[in-house]
């Protein structure tokens, strides 16, 4: 017999279709009362004997989706999942009437919605199970769930359907409760630290705020382009001018790069910026931050990672930019002469942008010889002027900026500073970036001539961070690709 293909299971299904409708009978139901969930009846009776359960039996109400039946002529198993998790099901003919089963038999399939009604028992095997009473068809299923669905590994049909991928994959779907776990402890700490959530503009008629290459839209009514924001910064630090202390914004930022597992174009980021204090303060407020929201979202601040075990555990270490490049063996001349520099790289086959600043060229130096080397969460600081355009200059070296970014696991995971509220040496910088751009940097920054006349109008001193909430959620999960913790990565047309 030729194997059935997925479009005659289809095309089975839809005369099924036909047919119920035929009868009167309605595929896509009227709501269904549910009083259960799976895991709340595990929890409930798991502990209970069989005796117990036979001598009062608990009446049971759920619904989801059949995932296995098991035909045994008169009687038949099957399993059903909420979103909780499974639970066993046992219909009888003497039990649901003659004409109930042989609809099921004849009319429902694995994949369908279905909601039952039932006394709760426990088998010979000890396995928690309802004896359906009634049931109802809620949704019928017109494709059937792909082969081996349990279990399902391949990376393009999990990222692509990811309703496929949350059926058969029960660990996935925890990885989703437990970002959402994750942004409300970032939420209660942020309240309890003072602070009020904002809203900023994601359509931008400059794109500032970072070192990236945006979207372009247009708007039709205004007659301009905008630019998707790649960063809240420029926006959150206005406010800071307008008398607020304390803001953060946890949103969406979308930047024109490439996709990996470290990169997705829409992604969530956490900005936060206070007045008077400065990018020291962040360090020991991140490592507190962390392990707050660690605890609340795991119980602990020692977790695996792939192959390690990363610990929260402050203090963390704290390496200037340059000192630990030269502990990596980058030669001296290198971090003090840019030609030098640039040799370096190219003899290392070091990529560097065209057009990329002296501080790019160390920037790309840095992300081959010491980041990947970055395991447990480590501060560097003290970077170079010309990759900080809206950073403070250190008092002791005006060619440095009062600057960390934190790195766990290999991965930049935050970036923070001590803000500039000089509108001068503000100024000077956006120019500087300008004349990049027009030498072919497509990341510089461009001149932003409100923010200018906000800083005009006085600033206080500040410090600001950013947090990249994927990666956060790729350590707290134990996932290697940043595809595992966004519901719908962006993928290439099928």
């Not at 004896?131 to 082969?147: G, I, N, T, W, Y």
């Not at 009020?196 to 301009?224: K, S, Y």
């Not at 008092?395 to 930049?412: H, M």
Request: aromatic share 10%.
């Amino acid at each position: 017999m030729a194997e059935e293909t997925t479009s005659d299971l289809v095309e089975q299904r839809l005369k099924k279709l036909k047919e119920l409708r035929a009868l009167g009978i309605e595929p896509y139901g009227a709501p269904y009362e549910v009083r259960d969930h799976a895991r709340q009846l595990s929890e409930q009776y798991s502990e209970k004997s069989k005796e117990d359960l036979e001598a009062e039996p608990p009446r049971a109400a759920v619904s989801g989706r059949l995932i296995t039946v098991r035909d045994f002529g008169k009687a038949s198993f099957a399993h059903l999942l909420d979103g909780t998790g499974k639970i066993q099901l046992y219909l009888k003919k003497d039990v649901v009437g003659a004409d109930k089963y042989s609809f099921f038999k004849k009319y429902i399939d694995m994949g369908d919605i279905i909601g039952v009604s039932g006394l709760l028992f426990k088998t010979r095997t000890g396995e928690l199970t309802i004896e359906v009473q009634d049931f109802a068809l809620l949704s019928k299923a017109l494709r059937p769930l792909p082969e081996k669905w349990h279990g399902l590994h391949d990376v393009e049909t999990r990222y692509r359907q990811r309703y496929l991928d949350l059926i058969a994959n029960p660990q996935v779907k925890e990885t989703f409760r437990l970002r959402s776990a994750v942004i409300k402890s970032i939420r209660d700490f942020f309240e309890k630290e003072g602070f009020i959530e904002v809203e900023t503009p994601m359509m931008h008629q400059i794109a500032g705020g970072a070192a990236a290459r945006p979207f372009r839209t247009h708007h039709i009514a205004l007659g301009m382009d905008l630019y998707l924001r790649i960063a809240p910064e420029l926006y959150l630090k206005r406010l800071l001018v307008g008398g607020y202390e304390r803001v953060f914004e946890l949103n969406k930022n979308f930047r024109n790069e490439g996709i990996s597992t470290k990169h997705n174009p829409e992604f969530t980021m956490l900005e936060f910026y206070m007045a008077n204090k400065d990018y020291v303060f962040l360090m020991s407020f991140t490592e507190r931050m962390f392990g707050e929201i660690a605890m609340k979202a795991l119980g602990k601040i020692k977790f695996p990672y792939g192959d390690v075990e990363i610990d929260l555990t402050p203090p963390w270490p704290r390496y200037p930019m340059l000192d630990i490049m030269k502990e990596k063996g980058v030669p001296e001349d290198a971090l003090r002469d840019e030609a030098a520099a640039r040799r370096w790289a190219g003899e290392r086959n070091i990529q560097v942008p065209p057009g990329a600043s002296y501080g790019k060229v160390l920037d790309e130096i840095f992300k081959e010889t010491v980041e990947p080397f970055l395991i447990q969460p480590t501060f560097i600081t003290d970077y170079p002027v010309e990759l900080s355009p809206l950073a403070k200059k250190k008092a002791s070296d005006p060619t440095l900026v009062d600057r960390f970014e934190l790195f766990i696991a290999g991965r930049e995971i935050a970036n923070a500073f001590s803000e500039l509220n000089d509108p001068l040496d503000q100024r000077e910088r956006f120019q500087r970036q300008c004349e990049e751009k027009a030498r072919g940097e497509e990341e510089a920054h461009p001149m932003d001539e409100d923010f200018i006349r906000a800083l005009e109008y006085g600033m206080p001193p500040a410090a600001g961070e950013g947090v990249g909430i994927d990666r956060l959620m790729m350590l707290l999960a134990n996932v290697p690709s940043i595809r595992d913790v966004i519901l719908f990565p962006q993928m290439k047309p099928e």
